[in-house]
């Protein structure tokens, strides 16, 4: 029963990945971005509203750090993966954004004065080799000859983005429960996104295009939310961090069911080599403090 709650969260985040791609010219990335953090702070305000002006002049003291998180978690990254749908497949995204504890990994050596062990560096170079064989499609000589494709390119960005964005949430530790932490950042979402909005095409909301919005806006970013909560409360952060490797396996398999996606040699080896460079940089990581432990 324990292992519920992050099956579950991964499942709808790797849908979300799929949705992205379906909502391709059913309505505009500017659209879907900004009405799904629109419905989500809806939907929050009713039971966030009070305990956020309780805790004002906490919020106030860290506007700063509050602001720049929503921008780089809600805001950034989601957006350009919105973007990133139309130009790329929902396998490399489910690939790429595997990269974004390894990501986090890294940024924390520099930031948050971590150090990087040999496991970190080599899972590091293996699963850089495993993405550069997605993005390349198997022929490398092509990627150094017209470069990365825009759309994978956009989702590394906003993978790293996600990464900072979990490193400063780590560094800072702003002591907010989670949902205020999570309404507060939904709050400049909607603020940052409506300029973008107002200024891109748009197609309006309707039958084909809602169950996208609605999907993106409860599931993804509440209910998924709230199952990751409770997931990272029952396990720990560390087992829960296992749980995200498994997104770009069911992201590849849903986007085959639902979008017909056909997966290649390319896309088997090196999603294999992107999960295996991840899974032995955090099985390096903790075998020091196994160590450790059995020591005192």
Not at 93 to 117: E, F, K, T, Y
């Amino acid at each position: 029963m324990q292992y519920l709650f992050p099956l579950l969260a991964v499942f709808i985040w790797a849908g979300n990945t799929v949705v992205n791609k379906l909502a391709v010219g059913v309505i505009q990335p500017a659209e879907i971005g900004f009405f799904r953090w629109l419905l989500v702070g809806l939907a929050l305000t009713p039971f966030m509203l009070r305990p956020v002006l309780r805790n004002r002049r906490y919020i106030r003291a860290n506007l700063g750090r509050l602001v720049l998180l929503g921008l780089l978690g809600m805001a950034v990254y989601q957006s350009l993966a919105y973007y990133a749908a139309a130009l790329t497949s929902a396998t490399n995204m489910g690939i790429i954004l595997s990269l974004m504890p390894l990501m986090s990994l890294g940024l924390a050596s520099s930031i948050l004065a971590h150090r990087l062990n040999p496991g970190a560096v080599l899972g590091a170079l293996v699963s850089l080799a495993g993405v550069v064989l997605v993005i390349s499609q198997g022929h490398l000589g092509a990627l150094l000859e017209h470069g990365v494709n825009l759309g994978d390119a956009m989702m590394i960005v906003a993978t790293l983005s996600y990464a900072v964005y979990s490193v400063l949430l780590k560094k800072w530790s702003l002591q907010l429960p989670a949902m205020q932490m999570l309404y507060l950042q939904v709050l400049v979402a909607i603020l940052a996104l409506l300029p973008l909005y107002l200024l891109s095409p748009r197609s309006g909301l309707n039958a084909a295009n809602l169950p996208l919005v609605l999907y993106a806006a409860l599931f993804a970013s509440i209910v998924a939310a709230l199952a990751w909560m409770h997931g990272v409360a029952r396990l720990g952060p560390s087992r829960m961090a296992l749980f995200f490797n498994l997104l770009p396996i069911i992201t590849a398999c849903i986007a085959t069911l639902v979008l017909g996606e056909r997966l290649t040699v390319h896309h088997l080896v090196g999603g294999a080599l992107t999960l295996a460079g991840v899974l032995l940089a955090e099985f390096w990581q903790r075998r020091p403090a196994r160590l450790r432990s059995a020591s005192c």
